[in-house]
């Protein structure tokens, strides 16, 4: 078995000091929220985690286009790889939203768009993988969670639009706001930024050791067959 | 996305989909099993909202709508569900497959007459839910709404049922794998079909039919699209 | 009539066929004879254009699969072991309905022509669901030859017959046979088999083990040499 490739052994070496380095940055550069306090610094990771869950939902969605064109099982390895990854990092932001919705709206869950839409994705996720794990032969699980992948990657954004129509109580933090815009110093700025770039680079070490295990699985199944016959 | 659609006469395309469709209802007519048991779940559904949300005069008027199209979602699964494995049990799929038309005609073959029992359970259900609750849902605008609303869940559910039939745990994935990607539909839907029955103003009811339009496009197309990537071994 | 070289399928990691070479022309009738799991099924899928190719190259009625699918379909009948047919239907309307998928022509006088050829002309308005496993077998085939295909593949179609319901059917088979169609047959029963077919090609683990023509057995009888391929 080979041993990891030198970029990624410093990509995991990279994430982990950037990581802790976010963390320092969140509890000492970021001033402290003057309405909500201490516990805004959730907020921090909260969109990090957001964000690399969006990105995987846009990777496995042009995954799958690429895989249906190709048919190359290595699209749906790492189609699936993405969709593992955006399911724990939504998951991981959702519950992080809760954290932060607790003393900032007075509940643990809002039906807010972005949260509610949030938890459906996850729902299309789950969905995905029965999917996979209902069918046998490993082509027609590509195919198959591919056109799946698809629905999901046209239908959550209109999902979205369906429950942004309802009044939301979300901060809406970049763009033109309503009258509920957060109050963003420079430094709290600064810190979401680094706390955005530095969770893109875990995603990418993630994807990256993600798509290893898929090969290795792959290997392990050839082994099997082969000593079976 | 058949590489060679070399029908042999253009009506060919539109000849198989109709073939298909009229396959379909002309089986059902005669057994009837799929529209009965849509249409006796569908009542039982109906009943079970008045026991459970205790659907007094008061709260109907609110809540009409949803449970309308909870029903009617409940109910289509049921449908897609057996529609789908009539065609898997006894390798009639196979036998379609065989046919030297573009695989697409299936797809709309099946989603026509899918669309067709959907509605002739709709047509039903609505005037009994009227009786029972002693609501007027005769409203030309609520009935468009079901239409539309009815063509996007009947668009994928075929779609979706389709993949679900060929997997290990059938019948019980369908309603995981259909119900998260047609919330747009359901939710659109519902505020639409609400906004009539409460009389509200046109301009908040446009928004819900925009959407019902842009999903039904938009699936029907992809649809279109993939379904040669479903069907195919 | 079918060209096929060098053809391979793998379900996933698992390999199914391995460079199957086989080659059938215009009026023959190849009994594809081997065990379980040999890939039979496999095989015939690929001819009929419901699987694709791994690897190879497959040309059947001179078109190429699975590019000129279409075309292949147009030409070719199917009976698998299935029926095919849909329970709720008469057998008419079951014809009925496979005539506008094949967008047929005259289509009423065809259908009673089938139906006169397999013999269920007296049960024409009954529900194939009231039928016989004999006799939804017969309407398969009247359903296999209704757009009057050149080739026909046979996949295990006597399973789950009786005795007379084989007897009927090898007669509506021979009479399928005879009007000059090329015809690929899987089967495990040797003997039917040895009464039918002009070829007897034996498929093992993928590959085209042995071929032989009545005349080429000589005194070793067929169930013999399907032994002996499978041994080597």
Redesign the interface.
């Known amino acids: 078995m080979p041993s990891q490739p030198r970029a990624l052994q410093l990509l995991n070496i990279l994430s982990a000091l950037l990581l802790a380095a976010a963390a320092i940055m969140v509890f000492t550069y970021a001033p402290t929220e003057k309405v909500m306090g201490e516990v805004q610094k959730v907020f921090y990771f909260h969109v990090a985690t957001a964000w690399v869950g969006m990105l995987g939902f846009i990777v496995a969605a042009v995954v799958a286009i690429i895989y249906l064109r190709t048919k190359d099982l290595k699209w749906d390895a790492i189609g699936l790889a993405a969709v593992e990854i955006s399911l724990v990092f939504f998951f991981v932001a959702i519950f992080l939203g809760s954290i932060w919705a607790r003393p900032a709206w007075g509940t643990w869950w809002t039906w807010e768009p972005r949260l509610t839409t949030a938890a459906i994705l996850e729902m299309v996720y789950l969905a995905y993988l029965l999917l996979r794990q209902g069918l046998e032969d490993p082509e027609r699980r590509a195919r198959f969670g591919a056109v799946y992948t698809i629905l999901g990657g046209l239908s959550v954004p209109l999902t979205f639009i369906s429950i942004r129509i309802f009044r939301t109580i979300h901060p809406v933090i970049i763009g033109t706001g309503g009258s509920e815009k957060m109050n963003m110093e420079p430094a709290m700025l600064t810190t979401m930024f680094f706390s955005i770039f530095v969770f893109s680079i875990i995603f990418v070490t993630l994807f990256w050791h993600r798509i290893r295990l898929g090969q290795y699985a792959e290997k392990i199944e050839h082994l099997k067959l082969k000593l079976s016959q | 996305m058949?590489?060679?659609?070399?029908?042999?006469?253009p009506?060919?395309y539109l000849?198989?989909t109709?073939?298909?469709a009229?396959?379909d209802l002309?089986?059902?007519l005669?057994?009837r099993e799929l529209l009965s048991a849509m249409l006796v779940f569908s009542t039982l559904v109906i009943l079970i909202f008045y026991f459970a949300l205790e659907l007094d005069v008061k709260a109907r008027n609110g809540i009409t709508a949803g449970a309308l199209w909870v029903t009617f979602a409940f109910a289509g699964t049921l449908g897609l569900n057996r529609s789908m494995a009539?065609e898997k049990d006894?390798?009639?799929l196979?036998?379609?497959?065989?046919?030297?038309?573009?695989r697409s005609a299936i797809y709309f073959g099946k989603a026509l007459s899918n669309l067709a029992f959907m509605l002739i359970v709709e047509i039903i259900v609505l005037p009994l839910y009227s009786v029972m609750y002693n609501i007027n849902l005769f409203n030309p605008g609520l009935l468009a709404v079901t239409l539309l609303g009815s063509i996007g869940y009947t668009a994928?559910g075929t779609?979706?049922a389709t993949?679900?039939v060929?997997?290990?745990?059938?019948d019980v994935?369908l309603p995981?794998?259909l119900?998260?990607?047609?919330?747009?539909v359901l939710?659109?839907a519902v505020?639409a079909s609400s906004g009539y029955l409460t009389g509200a103003d046109i301009n908040e009811i446009t928004?819900?039919i925009n959407?019902l339009i842009?999903?039904n496009i938009?699936?029907i197309a992809?649809a279109f699209m993939?379904f040669d990537?479903?069907v195919?071994? | 009539m079918i060209e096929v070289k060098k053809l391979y399928k793998r379900f996933g990691l698992k390999t199914v066929l391995r460079g199957v070479d086989f080659s059938v022309q215009p009026g023959e009738f190849v009994a594809l004879l081997g065990p379980n799991g040999a890939g039979k099924t496999t095989f015939l899928r690929i001819l009929a254009s419901l699987s694709r190719p791994s690897l190879g190259q497959v040309h059947v009625a001179g078109y190429a699969l699975p590019g000129q699918s279409a075309a292949v379909r147009q030409r070719l009948g199917v009976v698998s072991h299935m029926p095919l047919l849909y329970g709720d239907l008469t057998a008419e309307e079951n014809l009925q309905f496979y005539g506008r998928m094949y967008n047929l022509p005259a289509l009423d006088e065809r259908i009673s022509a089938v139906l006169e050829m397999v013999g269920l002309t007296t049960r024409r308005r009954d529900l194939v669901r009231t039928f016989s496993r004999g006799m939804q077998q017969r309407l398969a085939i009247g359903r296999a030859v209704l757009h009057d295909p050149d080739v026909m593949l046979f996949d295990e179609p006597y399973t789950g017959l009786d005795q007379d319901a084989s007897e009927m059917l090898d007669a509506v088979l021979k009479n399928v046979a005879a009007a000059g169609r090329t015809v690929v047959m899987t089967s495990h029963d040797l003997a039917r088999a040895e009464d039918l077919a002009t070829r007897f090609d034996i498929l093992s683990r993928g590959i085209i083990a042995a071929s032989a023509r009545p005349a080429d057995l000589g005194n070793t009888n067929l169930l013999a040499f399907y032994k002996q391929a499978l041994a080597s």
């Open positions: 058949n590489p060679t659609p070399d029908s042999p006469r009506s060919s000849r198989a109709l073939a298909v009229w396959k002309a089986a059902e005669r057994s009539i006894r390798g009639c196979d036998g379609l497959l065989l046919a030297p038309v573009d994928v779609l979706l993949m679900s060929q997997t290990r745990t059938r994935l995981i794998l119900f998260p990607v047609v919330i747009p939710v659109a505020k928004p819900w959407i842009v999903y938009i699936f992809v993939v990537f479903v195919e071994e």
